[in-house]
């Protein structure tokens, strides 16, 4: 019973071994099978990405390839483009070799033509050699001498001649113009000679005030000297002092103080100082009133106050003894005339002319060059830009850009250049019309030189058997630049050159 118990127990755990076992395999082919699913599921994937990725690499290289066709046609287009402008170039320079070519072929038989021509012109010059050599018992070396001579005579009367034939076709009707403009300008206007000392006299009552302006031990007169800038000069004529200085501003104050003083009687350095600021208040005032007056005369207003007290000093400043204020209304009113003959702008030529030396009024007070005054002043008052310009082209700072200042700075020169408008140094007049007249002396075949007109002309008498009518231009223009080059003068000096022939006979 035992025994099959023992077997049936034994066949029982074979048997749940066997189920067991049995259900472990088909557990396992279920996990297997699951397994080898999700394999080949991760293995399509896998696939799948490789081809989009091979897919984008092929669309990539598809770009590339077309990106580099487009780049490669663009480099052919620019090769062939560059092929192009070789080709013209070289079509260039060919045809620029072929001008050159035919040029150096000109050049060839122009230098063949000369080469001839000096062959003849040696072998004529060798025949009238030897002819003068024979005829006139000249050597070799004379005769050729001779004829070279005169072979550069003739050359320079010819080039004498054409100078003057294209001079004188220029000059014709600028000349006719210009005189005309002077003409018209000079007989229009009528201006007064001014002149100016360095010295005013005072008439006094009696000697009695000499003493007076001395004051104890010369207390006075120095208070004056020192106050009003001028030198006072006390001297034994009866009657009068003297108030000198170069200024004639500060002049003028002098003597006015000094008068106001005399009438008073009451002379000390208080009195001095109270009557020297009460006139030098009536002389602002005055100068702004002349100023003021004459822009009225000549319609010119508005004018900025500064320029116009300005103006009015110029009355007091004087150069080569002209007085600044004559001059300037004479150039003033000079181009107005100038500039209607040209159809310029009347007013604004007018404007210019009456400012266009307006920095002398401060250059005795400043220093420095009046022209670069001037135009600061007027520039820092908003004057027009022509007025500027003729303070800077009447000196030759720039050039003339209009009508209006080429009419000033003739007007400029006319003023200043007529006789008795300015005073010199005789010593250094004598001097410079000596130099002008030595210039023309030292010329060649010169034999007589006058300097006339005050030294803005000269004449030159030249022997008529060796110059001729044309090289007696060219001597004109040489002396001329000469006289430019070595002296200075004010205006213009003319150089009139004069070959004359004479011939005398004696009837009997």
Known sequence: MIGVITLSGIAGAALGAGVSYLWLRSSAKKQFAHLEL???????????????LLQETEVKLKTKALEQEAQFQQRMAEVEERNRALILQRKELE??????????????????????????KQAQIDEAVDK?????????????????????????????????RYEQTAKEEGEKKANYILAQATTR???????????????????EHKGRIIGKEGRNIKALEMLLGVDIIIDETPGVILVSSFNLYRRAIATRVIEILVEDGRIHPGRIEEVH?????????????????????LGLFPMHEELVKLLGRLKYRASYGQNALAHTLEVAKLARVMAAEMGGDEKLAMRAGLLHDIGKALTQDLGGSH???????????????????AIYAHHGHEEPDSVESAAVCAADTLSAARPGARREVLESFTKRVREIEEIATSKPNVQKAYAINAGREIRVFVNADKISDNEAVLLSKEIAKEIADKVQFPGEIKVNVIREIRAVSVAK
Do not use: W
């Open 371 to 389: 022209v670069e005054i001037g135009a600061e002043l007027c520039r820092r008052y908003n004057e027009h830009p022509t007025v500027i310009n």
């Open 189 to 207: 206007f009528a201006g007064e000679f001014a002149g100016e000392r360095l010295i005013n006299l005072i008439n006094l009552p009696s000697d």
């Open 277 to 297: 600021e009460k006139v030098e208040k009536e002389f602002e005032q005055k100068t702004f009133e002349e100023g003021e007056n004459i822009l009225i005369d």
């Open 132 to 164: 003068l050599q024979n005829i006139a018992a000249m050597t070799r070396e004379e005769a050729k001498a001779y004829i070279l001579e005169k072979v550069e005579e003739q050359s320079r009367s010819e080039i004498a001649a054409i100078v003057r």
């Open 38 to 52: 999700e394999a080949k599921a991760r293995a399509k994937a896998v696939s799948n990405e490789a081809e989009l």
């Open 95 to 120: 045809r620029e070799q072929e001008k050159l070519h035919a040029q150096e072929s000109a050049l060839h038989q122009r230098e063949a033509q000369l080469e001839m021509l000096e062959e003849q």
